[in-house]
């Protein structure tokens, strides 16, 4: 599992400046202490502006303490966005796209149409780009879950991976219906990318949780492709 080391290092950083700040300040007394020691009774030294170096002093090593307090609560809450999205693991979810994973001869996507578009065709290509199905579907306006079995055009069982759907839609009298997909697959782990949780599809995609839109329960499929 990926992770982000952002508030580590941060607070890392945060916590090495404090101990440089705390060498200097101690430098910075003891000078302070020979000084007065020594001072000429004469033309004794300024301490108003001992008093402004030792009030610097004192804000620099409050906000360096400030970071790193800031620091181990970003990294507290990078492991509960961590902790929240194991939740999705084995789940399957919707999100945009048009390339999933078929896995166990089983692919899914959701169609979005405008308006009803009888004069559909489907079709899939694999990794390399090669058409390996078609189909033609009666699609209507709305939401429309398309699923298929991992058949090429032939009736040939296809290898699990990722396959990419094209929609071609088009109404009652030919006219193009524009149609927006969305994919949809099985968690299969959780990664945090910039402190962000980023949902695994397989073994290479993968959504972000903001891009989520719904969690799904096994598909029951409107459109089938076998």
Do not use: C
């Not at 008093?51 to 507290?76: H, K, M, P, W, Y």
């Not at 759907?165 to 009652?172: E, H, K, L, N, S």
Request: hydrophobic letters at 40%.
């Amino acid at each position: 599992m990926v992770t982000s080391v952002t508030g580590t290092s941060a607070a890392a950083q945060a916590y090495s400046g404090g101990v440089r700040i705390a060498e200097n300040f101690q430098t910075f007394l003891q000078l302070l202490t020979t000084q007065l020691q020594n001072q000429n009774p004469l033309d004794p030294l300024d301490t108003n502006q001992f008093t402004q170096q030792l009030v610097q002093f004192a804000g620099v090593e409050q906000q360096i303490a400030t970071n790193a307090t800031l620091s181990a609560l970003l990294t507290a809450m990078d492991s509960s966005r961590l902790t929240g999205a194991v939740d999705f693991i084995g789940k399957r979810v919707v999100a945009e796209g048009a390339t999933t994973v078929l896995d166990e001869q089983s692919a899914v996507w959701n169609i979005g149409l405008d308006k009803d578009a009888p004069n559909t065709t489907v079709v899939i290509y694999d990794a390399s780009g090669n058409e390996v199905y078609s189909q033609d579907v009666n699609l209507v306006a709305g939401n429309n879950v398309y699923a298929w079995q991992g058949l090429s055009s032939t009736g040939a069982v296809l290898p699990d991976g990722f396959y990419t759907i094209q929609v071609i839609a088009r109404d009652a009298q030919g006219a193009t219906v524009s149609a927006k997909t969305d994919i949809q697959g099985k968690v299969t782990g959780i990664e945090l990318e910039d402190g962000q949780p980023v949902l695994k599809i397989g073994d290479t995609i993968r959504v972000k949780l903001a891009n989520i839109k719904s969690v799904v329960n096994e598909p029951a499929s409107t459109g089938s492709g076998s």
